[in-house]
C-alpha cells in the first residue's frame, strides 16, 4: 500500500524517537513492499521559535492531506514561563482537537523480561494486560479558563455524545478481550462524573448488556492499579484522569518509555504517539527508550493502514530484542550495559528482516 505520514518530531527526546520510529516503518514497507511517504513538519516549542506558532498552518493542512500522524513529544523548560502567551502544548491539543480523535488508546502490556525494571513487586505483575481508554477532546482540557489577579478557573463540560461515542470504543474493545469495562471517574464530589456514569449505565446496558461493566472513583483506582493491577482490562475515563492513571501506570510496564498510544475518531486518519513526554533531562543525548514510539508506529500500522501483520511482526520485534537484554538505560538492570536509541533501533530493525 501507499500512504503519506506527517511526522512531528517536536521538542526534547520527540526527534530521536520519531527518527526511531520513521527508521522502523521505512523498514516494514521494504519488507513488505509498501511506500510510506514522510511530511515533517513543525509542532509545540519547535513551532513556537522557528514559526510563532505551536500548530502552525502548514502542519495543521499536511495533517489533514495526510494518512496519519506519528508525534514525538512537545514541551520544555524554555517554553514553560507560566506567563508564556503561547506554550507548546496548545499545539499538541491543538493538533488532537483539529484531527478530532476523541479516543486515545493506552495499551498496558507487561513484559516478563521487563518485571525487574518495574519498581512494583513482580507477583503483582502477573497477568497484568490492560488496555486504558481515554477521552481526549473534551473536558477540563479543552474547558473555558479565566485567569484574574486573584483567581483563576478552569471549566470542564461533557456532553451526551462525548460520553457515549469513548464508551463505545471501550467496550468494542473489551468486547474482543475479556469482557470486563472499568469506567472511572470521581462521582462521589463532580457533577460531569455523576453525568459520565447515568450516561454510562445506560448506554452499557442498551448497547453492551455482556459486558461487566464496574465504576470506580478516581482515587481508589489509583490506590488499585498498584495495589491489584491484574484486577482490570479495558479502563474507560476522562481526559485528565486518564493522562495521570496512565503515567502511573507506566510503572508497572517498567518505563514510561515503552507505552505507546494511538488517538482514534471517526476516520482512519490517526495520531501515534508515546505517552512520555520531551525529557528534557535525557535529550540530546541519543538515549530515549524508542519503544513507546515504535510500538506507535506499529498501532499506526494496524488502526489507520490496516496492516495487522506488519502491526504484529513490529510488536514481537521489539519483545524479542528485550528479551535478548538489549536495553536502553531506563529499562537497564544493574549488569546490562545500556544501549542508545539507535542501537535499540536497529535491534528491532535487524530482528524485523
Ligand atoms: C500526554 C501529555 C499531554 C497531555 C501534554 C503534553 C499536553 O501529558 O499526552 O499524556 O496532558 O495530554
Ligand atoms: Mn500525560
Known amino acids: 500500500m501507499e500512504a503519506l505520514i506527517t511526522v512531528l518530531p517536536g521538542d526534547g527526546i520527540g526527534p530521536e524517537v520519531c527518527k526511531a520510529g520513521t527508521d522502523v516503518l521505512c523498514a516494514i514497507a521494504a519488507k513488505h513492499g509498501h511506500r510510506f511517504e514522510f511530511s515533517e513538519q513543525l509542532i509545540g516549542g519547535a513551532g513556537i ?146 453525568f459520565w456514569r447515568d450516561v454510562t449505565v445506560t448506554t452499557m446496558a442498551a448497547e453492551f448488556p455482556d459486558i461487566k461493566l464496574e465504576h470506580m472513583l478516581v482515587d481508589a483506582a489509583a490506590m488499585h492499579l498498584i495495589n491489584r493491577p491484574a484486577h482490570f482490562d479495558v479502563i474507560v475515563t476522562e481526559n485528565m484522569f486518564g493522562d495521570i492513571l496512565t503515567d502511573e ?38 538515549i530515549a527508550n524508542p519503544c513507546g514510539m515504535i510500538g506507535s508506529a506499529a498501532l499506526m500500522l494496524r488502526h489507520s493502514f490496516g496492516l495487522d501483520v506488519e502491526a504484529t511482526e513490529i510488536e514481537s520485534a521489539i519483545r524479542k530484542v528485550i528479551s535478548a537484554g538489549i536495553r536502553t538505560a531506563d529499562i537497564a538492570g544493574a549488569d546490562d550495559s545500556p544501549v542508545s536509541t539507535t542501537e535499540m533501533a536497529d535491534a528491532i530493525i535487524q530482528q524485523l528482516r
Open 49 to 194: 521559535d522557528e514559526a510563532q506558532d505551536p500548530f502552525p498552518a502548514n502542519t495543521r493542512s499536511s495533517c489533514a492531506e495526510s494518512d496519519a500522524v506519528l508525534l514525538g513529544a512537545v514541551g520544555g523548560p524554555q517554553w514553560s514561563d507560566p506567563n508564556a502567551p503561547i506554550r507548546p502544548e496548545q499545539g499538541l491539543l491543538a493538533l488532537r482537537a483539529a484531527l478530532e480523535v476523541f479516543a486515545n488508546i493506552r495499551p498496558v502490556q507487561i513484559l516478563d523480561e521487563l518485571a525487574d525494571a518495574s519498581p512494583i513487586k513482580a507477583d503483582r505483575l502477573d497477568g497484568v494486560d490492560i488496555i486504558v481508554v481515554r477521552e481526549l477532546t473534551g473536558g477540563i482540557y479543552f474547558g473555558e479558563k479565566t485567569r484574574t489577579e486573584d483567581s483563576a478557573s478552569d471549566l470542564c463540560v461533557y456532553h451526551r455524545h462525548e460520553v457515549e461515542r469513548i464508551l463505545r470504543v471501550a467496550a468494542n474493545l473489551a468486547n474482543d478481550r475479556r469482557g470486563q469495562l472499568c469506567s472511572v471517574d470521581k462521582a462521589n464530589v463532580l457533577e460531569t462524573s455523576r
Open 249 to 286: 501506570a507506566s510503572m508497572l510496564a517498567g518505563s514510561m518509555g515503552m507505552l505507546p498510544s494511538a488517538s482514534l475518531g471517526e476516520s482512519t486518519c490517526g495520531l501515534y504517539e508515546p505517552i512520555h513526554g520531551s525529557a528534557p533531562d535525557i535529550a540530546g543525548k541519543g
